[in-house]
């Protein structure tokens, strides 16, 4: 098998030749050690790559096997890591929660500002009321039942902006 030198390692060994001081060539055999072996591993891993994927170019494939290979949803870029459907589904629906999260904050946002501490809040603690009442209390300082009337009041302005959306 026939390897060229890659223009890496020939801008390199031309740094060696040109290095006046014996410490310059010292730090250009260092470049050129460092960039060899990355290469090296780079190649076997590419040769370990279509090692795995030889067996797929003997089945029959209804698009492109390369252009399909190079894509980032391709399945061969996808992997679960061995944790099974219910994990990967599991993570899946919350990956998606949290993006629906965000963007409804962002348009919250928009919308008032002063919301996004109760929308947060909710966020946080979902059904429990209680719980998301006594926490707005103790960041704000005021009393839980000035709380409650702001809790329920943000609410009730975050329910009506998302329902008329």
């Excluded at 629906?93 to 929308?119: H, I, M, N, P, Q």
Aim: charged share 40%; glycine share 4%.
């Amino acid at each position: 098998m026939r390897r060229e030198v890659s223009k890496a390692l020939m801008s390199l060994s031309a740094d060696y030749e040109s290095a006046a001081t014996q410490s310059g060539r010292d730090a250009a055999i260092r470049k050129i050690a460092d960039t060899s072996y990355r290469e090296e591993r780079d190649r076997e891993r590419k040769l370990r790559k279509a090692k795995r994927r030889a067996h797929l170019a003997d089945s029959v494939h209804l698009a492109d096997f390369d252009e399909a290979e190079s894509r980032d949803e391709s399945p061969a870029w996808i992997s679960d890591g061995g944790r099974g459907e219910e994990a990967v589904m599991t993570s899946v629906a919350k990956s998606f929660y949290t993006l629906c999260v965000e963007d409804a904050r962002k348009k919250l946002v928009a919308f008032d500002g002063k919301l996004v501490t109760v929308f947060d809040i909710v966020v946080k603690n979902g059904n429990n009321r209680e719980e998301s009442i006594c926490e707005l209390a103790a960041r704000d300082k005021h009393g839980k039942e000035e709380a409650e009337e702001r809790y329920s009041r943000n609410l009730e302005k975050i329910l009506n902006f998302f329902e008329a959306q």
